[in-house]
Structure formats: C-alpha cells, structure tokens
C-alpha cells in the first residue's frame, strides 16, 4: 500500500473518530483506543516527512505541525471528547490534508 494510500485510509479514520465524538456515541472512545496508534504513527511520519523537506531548504511551519501533535496528546490524554474531536477535524484533518497535497508515494 502506498504512503498517499495510507494517508488517506487515515483521513477517513479521523473523519470518523470526529464523527463519533462529535455524536457522544457510546462506542466513541473504543474506536478512539482502536485507531490512536495509527494515527499516531501517520502523524510522526509526517513530521519525519516536513523535516526532510526543511532539510531540503523547503519551508515548512514544523512549530505549528509540532503542536498539533501536542494537542492531540493533551486531548486524547485528558479524555476530552469536544477538544478532541475540534484538534482532530481542524488541526490533524489539516495536516493530513497538507501530506496528501505535497506529499510523495
């Protein structure tokens, strides 16, 4: 599978996730638990990624995609569903989304 494949397997799981948090529904939080890795894991990839192109002499605002990570944390780490699910569909979406446009297979 390729990366762009990938990375759009985990926009759909972070629409998702939003979709769950955002409706409170019961099983919201499993499918949080399920797919945090991943997503996890996508973003890292994608700050590897941001890096080699700074190292490329590409700018890149690696701060703001840095604290994104961090929010994600804090809200997933907190267990606030309406913090969560904002910083999942405003910041993370918007990373992904920044990948998929630029980003290579």
Do not use: C
Request: hydrophobic share 40%; proline share 1%; charged share 30%.
């Amino acid at each position: 599978m390729s990366k762009t494949s990938e990375m759009k397997d985990t926009v759909q799981i972070v629409v998702e996730m939003t979709l769950r948090l955002r409706q409170a529904s019961d099983d919201a939080w499993d499918y949080v638990n399920v797919h945090v890795q991943e997503l996890v894991y996508r973003m890292t990839e994608i700050v590897d990624w941001a890096q080699q192109k700074i190292n490329e002499g590409e700018e890149f605002p690696m701060d703001i995609l840095l604290q994104q990570l961090q929010n994600l944390d804090e809200a997933y780490t907190q267990k606030d569903e309406v913090l969560l699910a904002d910083t999942l569909e405003y910041e993370v979406s918007n990373a992904l989304q920044v990948y998929l446009e630029r980003g290579e297979e």
